[in-house]
């Protein structure tokens, strides 16, 4: 008998509330894709959030892709504010799998932060810290002289200026936090989107969204890699190193 779902609730994201008038939830959608972006959902809520989230939101990986995809209107309704940001594939291997979910997540909140909802505090799915820099990480330096054309993606003079706030991490946070599940919505609706709409020589974005499955791995031996592919990864048949991270 398989164990039953987890359904989100607003305890966390109360408790963090009383400290901080901005509370954010954060999740990533595509860590262990082969190809494609990885992308990051934050939604931000306040202490005038309804306390009534969307009905039926849970992880978005206990949803149906229609389910998502009917929730995601719902949520942005229901936060205060919210963002999505990816990392490309070419920043991904620039910058091995953790810095590209930090970037991403940085622009993220530089999104937010721009509208003034800069959350106090955010509360990432899992139990690993990726969003806060560690000492002397390329990515620690972003609010103060940005990247400019140092990583692929970002043009001549971008800089993303919000600091990272507190991290509070929580296992199974996008099942069991409502606000972080609405983060792995938008996430995971917006980067499937994505992926559906490039063009596709026959790699089969539209049913695989760059992951390995079977049709996946036969193009890649019969087509190799496209630019769309983490090339600094071990793509199957192809004797590539692994990620890095």
């Known amino acids: 008998m398989s164990a039953p779902h987890l359904l989100p609730d607003r305890v966390l994201e109360l408790e963090e509330l009383a400290r901080h008038s901005l509370v954010g939830g954060m999740d990533e959608v595509g860590r262990g894709s082969l190809a494609g972006p990885v992308t990051v959902g934050l939604a931000v809520v306040s202490r005038s ?3 009534a ?5 849970a992880d978005s990986k206990q949803l149906t892709a229609r389910r998502r995809e009917a929730l995601a209107g719902p949520c942005r309704r229901w936060v205060l504010d919210w963002a ?6 070419a920043e991904i291997d620039a910058l091995g799998i953790v810095g590209a979910l930090r970037l991403a997540g940085r622009r993220a909140l530089d999104e937010a932060a721009r509208r003034g909802h800069a959350p106090g505090l955010v509360i990432l799915d899992g139990t690993s810290d990726w969003l806060s820099p560690p000492q002397a990480d390329l990515l620690g330096t972003l609010p103060d002289v940005g990247l400019g054309g140092q990583v692929p ?15 509070r991490t929580q296992v199974k946070g996008d ?3 409502a606000v972080v599940a609405a983060a792995s ?14 063009e596709d020589p026959g790699y089969g974005w539209a049913s695989n969204k760059g992951y390995a499955s079977a049709a996946h791995v036969a193009a890649l ?3 190799g890699a496209s630019e769309q592919h983490r090339r600094s990864w071990h793509l ?3 004797g590539r190193p692994g990620p890095r991270g």
């Open 221 to 223: 031996a019969r087509l």
């Open 84 to 89: 999505v940001a990816s990392s490309s594939p």
């Open 236 to 238: 199957p048949g192809l």
């Open 53 to 57: 989230f969307p009905q039926g939101l």
């Open 49 to 51: 959030t309804p306390d």
């Open 153 to 167: 993606g970002l043009g001549a003079g971008a800089r993303l200026r919000v600091a990272v706030p507190a991290v």
């Open 185 to 198: 919505v938008l996430a995971k609706v917006h980067r499937d989107t994505l992926m559906s709409a490039l």
């Open 175 to 177: 099942a069991r936090c």
